[in-house]
């Protein structure tokens, strides 16, 4: 047990001398290269800077974690229009939709809309519009995901009709 002990130990202690430098090359016809091994004797090993997954220009901006409740109050993502059981006179096939959250959206998410709950094109704004809508009821929902489709957050399902 003792020899297994020390052995994690070892093994914890190096872990950090096995990074590897990274070493920018160009060729004479200047494709450019990234590669762990060195290619000359004077090649200097590139700065890299620390990765920053989610940046922001202000401090007020919410994050939200990836435990985070679906209905935290924080986000409030909701549907501001049509209101729930609203009945809505249009002279064409279009209704607007709008949505509201108390953050930021970062950038990079993404806003799937589910009309009578089929998915629509993922959109990055807060207004939309939903077009080719018979008369008649409909319902409507939508959800905040990641761009690789995880759900950040979804509002409450509506119904309204069209006339």
């Known amino acids: 047990m003792r020899y297994l002990i020390i052995l994690f130990a070892l093994l914890v202690i190096s872990l950090p001398l096995a990074a590897q430098p990274i070493y920018k090359v160009v060729d004479e016809h200047g494709n450019v290269t990234y590669t762990d091994q060195k290619p000359s004797d004077d090649a200097r090993p590139m700065d890299l800077p620390e990765i920053n997954v989610l940046g922001s220009d202000t401090d007020d901006v919410a994050v939200v974690e990836p435990d985070q409740a679906l209905d935290s109050p924080g986000l409030n993502f909701r549907i501001l229009s049509p209101e729930n059981e609203e009945r809505i006179i249009t002279d064409g096939d279009t209704v607007g939709i709008s949505l509201g959250s108390d953050i ?60």
């Not at 009578?116 to 409909?138: F, K, R, T, Y």
């Not at 761009?147 to 509506?158: D, H, P, Q, Y």
């Open 104 to 163: 930021q959206i970062p950038p990079t998410a993404m806003i799937v809309l589910y009309v009578n709950e089929i998915a629509q094109a993922p959109i990055q704004s807060m207004d939309a519009q939903i077009e080719s809508l018979d008369p008649g009821e409909h319902s409507f929902r939508a959800e905040l995901q990641t761009s690789s489709g995880r759900v950040l957050a979804e509002t409450e399902t509506i119904t309204f009709f069209k006339e």
